[in-house]
């Protein structure tokens, strides 16, 4: 299986909304594809939050190093 990443998560998280949108979509059917959304945020959030570490950490390296 393919690495996840930010782009093809929010890419997903897009074509979701859009669905949800459309009013297309059975009772059921937008649920399911909620319940989808809602992990692929918290999916993108973690990657967010994971790169603002790395980026603290190295800002920090650069700090030490001076």
Do not use: H, P
């Amino acid at each position: 299986m393919a690495k996840e990443n930010f782009e093809s998560n929010l890419i997903n998280l897009e074509k979701i909304v859009s669905e949800l949108e459309s009013g297309q979509l059975s009772l059921e059917e937008s649920l399911e594809k909620y319940k989808k959304g809602i992990d692929l945020v918290k999916k993108c959030n973690t990657i967010i939050e994971n790169a603002e570490k790395e980026v603290q950490r190295l800002t920090e390296d650069i700090k030490t190093n001076e």
